[in-house]
């Protein structure tokens, strides 16, 4: 199973991760530290900005999924949906139970940072083994 998970599409995802990244988690931050916006609509942002990034690039760079087919789509949506709310749905009270001292707003900022991590995660496996099945 672990080969099956973990191999050059892994790496690709990888790869395309720190792009959408770069676009996704910039929105978020800047939304969120200069721009004013709650915890939520920041990191919604986040999802619709990457998340678009994404979906291009893993369907035809990782995924190598070539088929104009809007059941791609579909799945995508749902499965960005189901572990972004996942991710951030666990991230946030975790992190604010966490006894570290920091201010409300740099826990937000540390609980964005975990939740995006976990969503990574979740996002790989949903993406890997529901949205381009291979």
Not at 62 to 71: A, P
Not at 80 to 109: D, F, Q, R
Request: aromatic residues 18%.
């Amino acid at each position: 199973m672990k080969r099956l998970l973990f191999d050059r599409r892994f790496l690709r995802f990888l790869l395309v991760g720190v792009i959408n990244t770069v676009a996704g988690m910039g929105t978020m931050f800047l939304l969120y530290n200069w721009g004013g916006c709650g915890y939520w609509f920041s990191s919604a942002c986040n999802y619709l900005v990457g998340g678009t990034v994404s979906y291009f690039l893993n369907k035809y760079y990782t995924f190598e999924q070539k088929e104009r087919d809007s059941k791609y789509v579909f799945r995508f949506i749902c499965n960005t949906l189901i572990c972004y709310l996942i991710a951030y749905g666990a991230a946030k009270p975790l992190v604010l139970h966490l006894p570290l001292g920091l201010s409300e707003h740099m826990m937000g900022n540390l609980a964005m940072l975990c939740g995006a991590g976990l969503y990574t995660l979740l996002g790989y496996i949903g993406q890997r083994l529901f949205v381009f099945r291979l």
